[in-house]
């Protein structure tokens, strides 16, 4: 039975520094680099700011911003409702995440070494299978994140278009099954999309949002640091804006470590 000694615990673990806790955030600003649909599909605002006032005659002693984001803009969150596979779910939207959800345990499946190789590389069920023979299976309820070291790139680098468009790595179809079957909480991943850059190839096409959104998961996009998370053991703490019936939500996301010790 978890006691109050449990959160002691963790409250002087986390001052202390033996658990850590680590910014899976990308830096929200004017050049935080975009989804780019095909026409005719609409496009994602990028992140700009109004200033309000600056300790000037519009406010003597207080600085402010307005600013205005896509919802998909920068490290996001992806609810059920943004996929026309999960608009029929209960509780499908960014504000009616159960706030338990929000913190949760992550199995991190580095594949940067492949991604290196080819930037179109799919994760399949086969990848999860050789992860969780290595590393144990992967508990219900947690992220399983996505580590491609794509977020290691250039801005140009790591939105990588090309005329046919963008070539980013990603999840087939039979790698989400694999996930929903474990009753996964939702993938994570360090590129744009949770969907790999030539996903609208794919059967089904963006099998990612498809599958995952129709299951009633969620998506995280746009993460950094995952290459400094163990794979197995770091818990993940992601909470979208509780914007009222909306599709997804930049967010702060973190993550904690236990420290290694000599013991
Ligand atoms: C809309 C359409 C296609 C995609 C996306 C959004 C995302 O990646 C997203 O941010 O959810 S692939
Ligand atoms: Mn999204």
Redesign the pocket.
């Known amino acids: 039975m978890p006691s109050t000694q449990i959160l002691v615990e963790f409250a002087s673990a986390v001052t202390s520094g033996s658990i850590k806790v680590v910014d899976l955030t990308q830096v929200l600003s004017e050049d935080t680099p975009l989804?780019v649909?095909p026409d005719p599909f609409g496009q994602t605002a990028a992140f700009s700011r109004q200033e309000i006032s600056r300790y000037d005659e519009r406010g003597v002693a207080w600085h402010w911003n307005n600013f205005t984001v896509g919802e998909?803009t920068g490290t996001h969150f992806?609810a059920p409702v943004?996929w026309v596979t999960g608009k029929d779910l209960d509780d499908n939207t960014v504000d009616r995440v159960p706030p338990q959800r929000l913190v949760a345990p992550a199995a991190v499946l580095d594949f940067s070494a492949e991604c290196a190789a080819d930037p179109d590389f799919l994760l399949t069920g086969a990848h999860v299978e050789a992860w969780e023979a290595e590393h144990g299976a992967i508990a219900a309820g947690s992220w399983v994140l996505f580590r491609s070291d794509w977020s290691k790139r250039d801005p140009h680098a790591y939105t990588n278009r090309r005329a046919d468009g963008a070539h980013t790595p990603g999840p087939d179809a039979s790698a989400i099954e694999a996930l929903i079957a474990r009753d996964v909480l939702g993938f994570g991943v360090e590129t744009?999309?949770?969907?790999a850059g030539q996903?609208h190839l794919l059967d089904p096409a963006?099998p990612a949002?498809t599958l995952l959104h129709g299951a009633g998961k969620y998506?995280l996009?746009c993460l950094e640091n995952l290459d400094q998370l163990p794979a197995t053991g770091a818990v993940v703490i992601a909470a979208p804006l509780k914007i009222r019936d909306g599709s997804?939500s930049p967010m702060r996301a973190l993550a904690l470590i236990a420290e290694a010790t000599d013991d």
């Open positions: 989804l649909l998909h992806d943004h744009i999309g949770t969907d996903a963006y949002h998506g996009q997804g």
